[in-house]
């Protein structure tokens, strides 16, 4: 479905692709695409992976004194706000 000018999306997209030049994108393309399917998979599932973990040390530091598992509920909590609100 195409998206309308005053799409939010597409507003969105506007602003973020003039933020910074990009030099490497070409080379990081060829690279993804000389990548097997399987190594992309992995590849995808190394960075969610790091992200994940990522989050989960920037949400410690800011919040030293949570014990383990309410570090983690808040984590489930945090990536539950933000699951699925692509719009």
């Given at each position: 479905m195409p998206r309308l000018p005053g799409?939010?999306?597409s507003r969105?997209?506007?602003c973020m692709t003039s933020l910074?030049?990009?030099p490497n994108h070409a080379i990081?393309?060829?690279a993804l695409r000389a990548m097997?399917?399987?190594a992309r998979l992995r590849k995808a599932f190394?960075?969610?992976a790091f992200t994940r973990a990522l989050f989960c040390v920037g949400?410690?530091?800011r919040f030293p004194a949570l014990s383990r598992v309410e570090l983690d509920r808040l984590m489930r909590d945090r990536l539950?706000?933000?699951h699925n609100r692509n719009f």
């Open positions: 799409d939010r999306a969105y997209n506007a910074k030049p990009q990081y393309l060829r097997s399917p399987q190394e960075l969610s949400l410690a530091r539950e706000r933000c």
